[in-house]
């Protein structure tokens, strides 16, 4: 199945996936690619047939409602001021989830950041040569304060403003598959989209569902777990600055873009992992705690009820250090 690109970079791994899928028939695998990564289904269910029409279906109708690759989007179509797009309701219920943390998080997360996103060469059109004079002139049509739903119509204070969903997309994407699963009765299932993903129940060893995290290095072809975590029934997003960036001048520009700033957001935590009910929430938390830091992540965590975090972060000596909030420990198990 062949979907336009949404570009997601996932830093989690699902571990002994394939292994815990082959030999009982009732456990169905599915992956491939999507929205310019991968992704990979496991759930229980019966024998014959399996639901890969029903997941097809989920991926593409997504795709065509917000993908910013596929110009015929509607998403495309609205940022580009098509009076005849009409909002969805799989998007209208991401740009509601997306202010909602934008107002939580006082425009740390905002959707509306995708004319910065692209100049620094992060989202879906060629990167510009970036100038301070740029920087303030794009500023002045992004904030998610600046657009409104009203009906079905997108209200935009600019017409220059865009939206860009996808630091939360493959979050939901895994939600609305997880919710089908529950509609059906499934009870054991893993949703993975892009690394961001949503599980319930247990693989097929009748075991908690095992996950790592990255450690945090460049070179992705030496991938290395820094931390399992055994899940049951959770949502886990991961964001991270050392895989998604670009060098230029010796200068590292990270592809999570500051709103507020409008310059690629600095600081010394590498990672931030978020568990949640729902993966769409991990998914945008973890982009807020990756824009306002380390020291402001451990605060922020504790105003947002259900979350629990573990961040990976360099100590003033660049040592890797973690630090995670009291609930993940119970996902630990050595």
Same mark, same amino acid.
Request: glycine content about 8%; overall charge neutral; aromatic content about 10%.
């Given at each position: 199945?062949?979907?336009?690109?949404?570009?997601?970079?996932?830093?989690?791994?699902?571990?002994?996936?394939?292994?815990?899928?082959?030999?009982?028939?009732?456990?169905?695998?599915?992956?491939?690619?999507?929205?310019?990564?991968?992704?990979?289904?496991?759930?229980?269910?019966?024998?014959?047939?399996?639901?890969?029409?029903?997941?097809?279906?989920?991926?593409?109708?997504?795709?065509?409602?917000?993908?910013?690759?596929?110009?015929?989007?509607?998403?495309?179509?609205?940022?580009?001021?098509?009076?005849?797009?009409?909002?969805?309701?799989?998007?209208?219920?991401?740009?509601?989830?997306?202010?909602?943390?934008?107002?939580?998080?006082?425009?740390?997360?905002?959707?509306?950041?995708?004319?910065?996103?692209?100049?620094?060469?992060?989202?879906?059109?060629?990167?510009?040569?970036?100038?301070?004079?740029?920087?303030?002139?794009?500023?002045?049509?992004?904030?998610?304060?600046?657009?409104?739903?009203?009906?079905?119509?997108?209200?935009?204070?600019?017409?220059?403003?865009? %939206? *860009? /969903?996808?630091?939360?997309? @493959?979050?939901?994407?895994?939600?609305?598959?997880?919710?089908? =699963?529950?509609?059906?009765? #499934?009870?054991?299932?893993?949703?993975?989209?892009?690394?961001?993903?949503?599980?319930?129940?247990?693989?097929?060893?009748?075991?908690?569902?095992?996950?790592?995290?990255?450690?945090?290095?460049?070179?992705?072809?030496?991938?290395?777990?820094?931390?399992?975590?055994?899940?049951?029934?959770?949502?886990?997003?991961?964001?991270?600055?050392?895989?998604?960036?670009?060098?230029?001048?010796?200068?590292?520009?990270?592809?999570? %873009? *500051? /709103?507020?700033?409008?310059? @690629?957001?600095?600081?010394?935590?590498?990672?931030?992992?978020? =568990?949640?009910?729902?993966? #769409?929430?991990?998914?945008?938390?973890?982009?807020?705690?990756?824009?306002?830091?380390?020291?402001?992540?451990?605060?922020?965590?504790?105003?947002?009820?259900?979350?629990?975090?573990?961040?990976?972060?360099?100590?003033?000596?660049?040592?890797?250090?973690?630090?995670?909030?009291?609930?993940?420990?119970?996902?630990?198990?050595?």
């Amino acid at each position: 199945m062949h979907l336009r690109k949404f570009l997601f970079t996932g830093l989690l791994t699902i571990l002994a996936l394939l292994s815990a899928c082959k030999a009982d028939r009732t456990y169905h695998f599915q992956e491939g690619p999507v929205y310019g990564s991968s992704y990979h289904i496991t759930y229980e269910y019966k024998t014959s047939p399996t639901l890969e029409k029903e997941i097809n279906q989920i991926l593409e109708r997504i795709n065509i409602s917000m993908s910013t690759y596929d110009p015929g989007s509607t998403l495309s179509r609205l940022n580009r001021n098509d009076t005849s797009a009409r909002i969805d309701s799989d998007l209208k219920h991401v740009m509601e989830v997306g202010w909602q943390v934008s107002r939580e998080s006082d425009g740390a997360f905002d959707m509306t950041v995708a004319p910065l996103v692209n100049a620094w060469g992060f989202g879906f059109t060629a990167r510009a040569k970036v100038t301070p004079a740029m920087v303030d002139s794009l500023l002045q049509f992004t904030g998610y304060e600046k657009v409104k739903i009203e009906g079905d119509r997108l209200i935009k204070e600019d017409p220059r403003i865009m %939206i *860009d /969903p996808n630091a939360i997309t @493959p979050g939901y994407v895994a939600d609305v598959i997880s919710e089908m =699963f529950i509609s059906l009765g #499934i009870k054991n299932y893993l949703v993975e989209i892009g690394g961001e993903l949503r599980c319930k129940g247990k693989n097929k060893e009748g075991n908690a569902w095992r996950v790592g995290v990255d450690r945090p290095q460049e070179d992705m072809a030496d991938r290395q777990i820094q931390q399992v975590f055994h899940l049951e029934h959770i949502s886990v997003a991961t964001s991270g600055n050392y895989r998604k960036f670009y060098e230029e001048n010796g200068v590292k520009y990270s592809h999570t %873009i *500051d /709103p507020k700033t409008g310059y @690629p957001a600095r600081s010394n935590l590498l990672s931030a992992t978020v =568990f949640a009910d729902k993966c #769409i929430y991990a998914d945008a938390y973890a982009t807020v705690l990756m824009v306002i830091g380390f020291e402001k992540a451990k605060e922020f965590y504790t105003r947002i009820p259900g979350i629990q975090v573990y961040l990976i972060y360099s100590d003033q000596s660049g040592s890797v250090k973690t630090w995670q909030s009291p609930g993940v420990q119970s996902m630990i198990r050595n």
